[in-house]
T-cell receptor, first 111, second 115 residues
Framework: GNSVTQMEGPVTLSEEAFLTINCTYT??????LFWYVQYPGEGLQLLLK?????DKGSNKGFEATYRKETTSFHLEKGSVQVSDSAVYFC??????????FGDGTTLTVKP | EPEVTQTPSHQVTQMGQEVILRCVPI?????FYWYRQILGQKVEFLVS????????KSEIFDDQFSVERPDGSNFTLKIRSTKLEDSAMYFC?????????????FGPGTRLTVL
């Protein structure tokens, strides 16, 4: 079956540091890949997505590139802010079926 | 912008009681889903629903759970006899086929607390 593996957290960074959260996946076929963000006490917000190999999703300074050869979709941001503190989930979805989520990575950014 | 809504935002119930969680998907969407997230854990798939029937369900979705689309707008999740371990955040989602994207739109969640 499909699966998503995220780097273990939590991650603590200083403001303006570079962020990478690793995500690799196992899937049959050609899934779409997503990053969701969950702020404390809130629901899931779609951060960015990519639907085919070599696509780059980007939003709010975050980026991730769909790498079929390495089955990866790592999340990056050049300069994090305190307001980026949240839990980040990598997910995949094949067609109209269910989404499969990673375990989530908690990011804390300190001023 | 259209959005998925869920009610109530927080439900507290006694063990053994029945609860119904309600969702209003985006109006032109065709696929509906329920997920749950136990506090501090990953988001887990429960069930998907299309064309008025369950299209897929996980092992979590046992006989205590049921889903229904009673009218053209609501999508409900019923837990017949709640257990302590049912305490979680429950997310509804909907989607429509759109090329290959099949993006899911998630509601804000209902926090269920079973005492």
């Amino acid at each position: 079956g499909n699966s998503v593996t995220q780097m273990e957290g939590p991650v603590t960074l200083s403001e303006e540091a570079f962020l990478t959260i690793n995500c690799t996946y196992t899937a049959t076929g050609y899934p779409s890949l997503f990053w969701y963000v969950q702020y404390p006490g809130e629901g899931l917000q779609l951060l960015l997505k990519a639907t085919k190999a070599d696509d780059k999703g980007s939003n709010k300074g975050f980026e991730a590139t769909y790498r079929k050869e390495t089955t990866s979709f790592h999340l990056e941001k050049g300069s994090v802010q305190v307001s980026d503190s949240a839990v980040y989930f990598c997910a995949l979805r094949a067609g109209a079926g269910k989404s499969t989520f990673g375990d989530g990575t908690t990011l804390t950014v300190k001023p | 912008e259209p959005e998925v809504t869920q009610t109530p935002s927080h439900q507290v119930t006694q063990m053994g009681q029945e609860v119904i969680l309600r969702c209003v998907p985006i109006s032109n969407h065709l696929y509906f889903y329920w997920y749950r997230q136990i506090l501090g854990q990953k988001v887990e798939f429960l069930v998907s629903f299309y064309n008025n029937e369950i299209s897929e369900k996980s092992e979590i979705f046992d006989d205590q759970f049921s889903v229904e689309r009673p009218d053209g707008s609501n999508f409900t999740l019923k837990i017949r006899s709640t257990k302590l371990e049912d305490s979680a955040m429950y997310f509804c989602a909907s989607s429509e086929p759109s090329g290959r994207t099949y993006e899911q739109f998630f509601g804000p969640g209902t926090r269920l607390t079973v005492l």
